[in-house]
Each structure stands twice: as C-alpha cells, then as structure tokens.
C-alpha cells in the first residue's frame, strides 16, 4: 500500500523482500516415507474393508487370544455369568415342573414321603445359587439334586460338561496371552543405529543384538531383509518389495549362540543391494533393512520372534560399534550402558562396487588415516610438552623457594665468575 502511495519507491520494498528471503530461507524437508516395521517390531500395517469377518469365528480360539486383555476380561466374566443363568433358568423350570415351586407341597412333604428333584430350591435365586455349586463343583451342603427327576440327571450332566468346555477355552486362552512369544521378544535388544564400515577388506553393514535375560534363545536365527518401492519393467510398482540379503556367518547354518551380544554383520558384494550406494547417496535413499531373530524359548519351548528395522538416517557411514565385553575376575562382564556406542573409522566414501574396480582407494583411506592420527598424536604431545613448560615456569614464578642461588667460582688466576645454576 505504502508503495502505491509513492511514499515509499517500489524498488526499495522488492529489495527488503528479497533480504528477508535470504535472511529466512525456506528449506522443503523430503516427506518422510512411513515405516513397514518399526523399532519395537510393530508392523505398521492396517486390514481396511475386510467383507470375510466369519473368517475369524472360525478360529475363535486365536481371535480370543489376539484379543486385547479388556476385552479378553469381559468375555471371560461374561461367559461363566452366562451359563450360570442359562443353567439356573434350567433348574428352576425342572422344579417348577416337578412342582417343588408349589407352596402347598411344603406341608406334604412333612406329612407324607414327597421327594423334590433338587432339595431347598423354591425360588429362582436358590436356582441361581445351585447352578453356581454345580458348575464350580461347590457343595455347600443345603442343595442336592435327588433320583426323582431324570431330566434333572440329564441337566447336571449337560452343566458339567458345559462347564468344563468354558473352563478350558478360557483359561486356555488367558495362560496363552501371558505367555506370548513377544513377551519374550520384549528383553531382545537391538542398537538403535546400524554401522557401515570395513572389515576383512569389505564393507559391511553392521548392527548388533543381544539378549538381557540369563535364559537362552535356542537355535536362534538372524534374517535381514530391504523392503523399498520398486519399479518392474514392464512398469507395474511393487509399493513394498522385499529382498533377502545374506548375513556373514562362519558358520554353515545361520544358527547364533545368543550368550552375549553379537554384532551381525552383512557383507556388501555383488549379491547385496546396498552394493552400488555410497555414503552421498545413502541419505537420498529410500530403503528399509529389517532385521528379524527368531529363535526357541528355553524355558518354555515357544518359538519368538523380534523385529527392528533401519531407515537411512539411522546407517552410519564410517563408525564402529564399541566392545561391550570385558573379563572381570574370570567372569564376562556385559555393560548395556555402551550397547549402542560407537566410534568414527577410517571408511572409504565410495560404494562397494567403486571399492572392488579401483582396491587403491582403501589403501588411500588408510594411508590418510594413518597420517592423520600421527599427526593428532604429535599436535598432542607437543601441547602436553607445553603445557608441562608452562606449569613448571608457573610453578617457579610463585615459589620463590624454587629460584636457585648464583654461586660464584674462582679459577686458579684468582679472577671470579659468577653463573647461575
């Protein structure tokens, strides 16, 4: 406004525009890609418009254990309140066929033989309290079925075995949802960032695990997979298209003894997909690496699994994990406090293909390397050598205590000189 109003020219405000741009410049972060798993092992993954849902009734016994534990609760209580109605609503209709619900029969059986089908159930409570004593096998003594109503033997029978179905599906299921395998995977650990570095010559890519219970993993296995969005050439878009890569295990199988944390490391040759990356083009790279372990409970035999994954800025280029294990008193001692530490090495910038054409370009790597911790290691020593000149001419300014006299000698011509020692 000032600017049409010739108050202020025109050239003078596109100018203090353009300096508040470059004094505030606008960086535009590339949208972050959404994670397949993330690092607790959950699968982000949501089931939308699923038509089938009699599927899951079909196998109710997994829908109850995949079932949160509220739910779980309510359908526990429920279906034990239930039957004890369902069942009450029986007894009572038994005795009100029989007529034991008649007020009049009350005064017969003191005068004559009459013989109810259940003693003391006059009323639909009572009826209530009875269905609960025979289901839970409680026999307190006041209630008891006679051998005058069949249907009422036939009732007891059909009770029991109800009773011990529900038992068995719930409680079944309730030992089930304590001891899920991922309760187990909870105390499985992996570093929050992984590691790309040279070992034996190659560049590997490294993580590490552990497990922090006394109790082992048997048989435990480790499995790492590239999960990124792909292109055919025919043009069709694979959104989540996953890639086995290999793990570096000198042994055959790729079985781990899981006593102590491990470093798994992954080779990067021609069979890896990380094979033409470099660590410029690592942060452009739109990738996930999940790691999966699975392995056998040996306290329980079940078999568990834990999950983590790692995007690109979680690879560090050129670091080291810290060692971890050291020997005490002739026992191994593991400190968690330095489970994900790491430390800067020398690592060529090149991806592993450029390192397999040109083998020159690790030995430059080292060289420099070499050349600069000399170098760190003299700039070192000489400020040490300084700073001990420093303190000890400090010192001497101070004490005058630590001057030392002049003394003063006569040679054999009798002349004297006078120096300081």
């Not at 369902?86 to 209709?93: C, E, H, N, S, V």
């Not at 038994?94 to 109810?116: L, Y």
């Not at 179905?165 to 909870?186: D, P, S, W, Y």
Request: aromatic share 8%; with cysteine.
């Amino acid at each position: 406004m000032l600017a049409r109003k010739s108050i202020i020219p025109e050239e003078y405000v596109l100018a203090r525009i353009a300096a508040e741009n470059l004094r505030k410049p606008r960086i535009r972060d590339r949208p972050r890609k959404a994670r397949f798993i993330a690092k607790n092992g959950a699968c982000n993954l949501a089931h939308k418009n699923i038509r089938e849902q009699g599927r899951f009734l079909q196998d109710i016994f997994t829908t109850l254990v995949d079932l949160k534990w509220r739910h779980t609760l309510v359908i526990f209580t429920m279906s034990f309140l239930c039957s004890w109605l369902l069942f009450a609503m029986m007894w009572w209709l038994v005795a009100f066929a029989h007529g034991d619900m008649d007020p009049s029969t009350e005064n017969t059986m003191n005068s004559t033989k009459w013989t109810p089908c259940v003693t003391c159930v006059r009323s639909f409570t009572s009826a209530f309290l009875f269905s609960i004593e025979v289901q839970v096998t409680i026999g307190f003594g006041g209630r008891m079925m006679t051998e005058e109503c069949p249907l009422a033997i036939t009732v007891l029978i059909l009770q029991n075995i109800v009773g011990l179905i529900i038992n068995a599906v719930m409680l079944g299921c309730i030992f089930m949802k304590t001891a899920q395998a991922h309760r187990r995977a909870e105390t499985l650990i992996f570093s929050r960032q992984a590691v790309i570095a040279v070992r034996n010559g190659k560049l590997c890519f490294m993580f590490r695990v552990g497990d922090l219970r006394k109790s082992m993993i048997i048989s435990a296995s480790v499995r790492i997979q590239v999960v990124r969005k792909t292109t055919t050439p025919e043009g069709e878009v694979i959104p989540i298209h996953q890639v086995d890569i290999p793990v570096d295990n000198p042994i055959e199988s790729n079985n781990i003894f899981l006593v102590a944390p491990l470093i798994i490391c992954h080779v990067i040759d021609k069979r890896s997909p990380l094979y033409d990356i470099s660590a410029a083009d690592l942060a452009l790279q739109d990738l996930e690496l999940i790691v999966i372990l699975e392995g056998v409970v040996e306290t329980t035999g079940i078999t568990t699994q834990a999950r983590t994954s790692y995007i690109a800025e979680e690879i560090l280029w050129g670091h080291r994990f810290v060692p971890i294990v050291t020997e005490e008193e002739g026992v191994y001692a593991v400190d968690y406090s330095k489970f994900g530490n790491t430390v800067k090495v020398a690592a060529p910038r090149c991806s592993a293909r450029e390192l397999d054409e040109k083998p020159s370009i690790l030995i430059q790597t080292l060289q420099k390397s070499e050349l600069s911790h000399q170098n760190s290691l003299r700039k070192r020593n000489s400020m040490r050598r300084n700073n001990s000149i420093r303190r000890s001419n400090s010192m001497r300014r101070t004490n005058p205590s630590l001057i030392v006299p002049k003394v003063q000698f006569i040679t054999p011509e009798g002349s004297q000189s006078a120096s300081e020692t």
